[in-house]
């Protein structure tokens, strides 16, 4: 198995644009994950879903930030509009037991 | 509320020295503990769990035991090698398993060095 696919890698843009990060979780797994990672917070979880369903969003910081999962195979992470305090790097992991983490996209927001 | 604590890094050790890295948690009901391990540039990796009180979770040489009584989870190696400079998370799962919400450490880099 591949693992947990993340796209962009790296990824950098201006303040204002819209920014999407996209992710393919493992294949038979139920779980998905959204986390971000910055020095100053650590690891956060932003939102997580349950076959497809989002299940507890409380992470996601503001209305800028929205995650879908339209089918089992993929979920985007939505940035509109992006502002500089947003660059970071941001994790999706997959789980039907232990999760596990893709290599994440870093984000940089001019 | 459920929380993580874990020392402060950087820590830097020379090969085969002995390493600790302290984690003490706070949670509500009996919550399953672990410890993941980022390598740089890349993402996570479960390192070693426990599900319970006095389990001992162990991989690669690492080591660590639910301590209740302390609630305490620490990572410990006999000898640590190059390879094993990373940043170690210590977190704990709210439902007893990996599948909810996961809470992380702030992590603590180790860099070992030849």
């Known amino acids: 198995d591949a693992g947990v696919i993340q796209s962009p890698r790296h990824e950098v843009t201006e303040m204002g644009q819209e920014v999407t990060l996209r992710c393919k979780p493992i294949s038979g797994h139920d779980y998905l994950f959204w986390y971000r990672q910055t020095m100053m917070r650590g690891l956060e979880l932003l939102i997580y879903f349950n076959n497809n369903v989002p299940i507890d969003d409380s992470g996601m910081p503001e209305d800028r930030f929205s995650a879908k999962m339209p089918n089992a195979s993929f979920s985007t992470l939505k940035i509109q509009p992006s502002e500089p305090r947003d660059s970071a790097v941001y994790f999706c992991a997959s789980s039907s037991g232990e999760q596990f983490f893709g290599p994440g996209t870093r984000l940089t927001v001019l | 509320g459920n929380s993580v604590t874990q020392m402060e890094g950087p820590v830097t050790l020379s090969e085969e020295a002995f390493l600790t890295i302290n984690c003490t948690y706070t949670?509500?009901?009996?919550?399953?503990l672990f410890w993941y391990v980022q390598y740089p540039g890349e993402g996570l990796q479960l390192l070693l769990k426990a599900t319970k009180a006095d389990d001992k979770g162990s991989n690669k040489g690492f080591e660590a035991t639910y301590r209740k009584e302390t609630t305490s989870f620490h990572l410990e190696k006999g000898s640590v090698q190059v390879s094993d400079s990373a940043v170690y998370f210590c977190a704990l799962a709210v439902y007893g398993g990996s599948q909810g919400n996961l809470i992380f450490g702030k992590g603590t880099k180790l860099s070992v060095k030849p």
């Open positions: 949670a509500t009901g009996y919550p399953s």
